[in-house]
């Protein structure tokens, strides 16, 4: 495994993004209130750069006529289609079989680095 610096951390504040290339790979890098994630810029469905898809929360389960809005920051909806991941694991917010790929990061001496291997 090897680990690819990517960004300090005074490049991506809380709610930023950054999309950059390690082999060949595209791969957003997100600062979710204060902790950072690693994704895969390219959406299961048809290939979409997923990166390019905003941010935002979703629905929460609550009872018949009432929205909860929560998990702000946390999803990020493909431009394309609408398809939801989840930041945090890359799980689809509609089926436990779909997914997108989620790298490690580390956050060293104020450098992010993402871990490949």
């Not at 993004?17 to 950072?36: L, M």
């Not at 898809?53 to 990020?76: A, K």
Request: net charge negative; charged share 20%; hydrophobic share 35%.
């Amino acid at each position: 495994m090897a680990i690819f610096p990517v960004a300090s951390i005074e490049e991506i504040p809380s709610g930023a993004f950054k999309i950059v290339q390690i082999e060949q790979r595209s791969i957003g890098v997100y600062n979710v209130k204060g902790d950072y994630y690693a994704v895969h810029n390219y959406c299961p469905h048809q290939g979409a750069e997923l990166c390019k898809g905003v941010v935002c929360g979703t629905t929460l389960e609550s009872q018949v006529y009432e929205f909860i809005y929560g998990r702000d920051q946390e999803i990020l909806r493909c431009p394309w289609h609408g398809w939801e991941f989840d930041l945090k694991t890359g799980k689809s917010l509609f089926s436990d079989k779909v997914r997108t790929r989620t790298y490690p990061v580390v956050v060293e001496d104020g450098q992010i680095g993402i871990v490949i291997g």
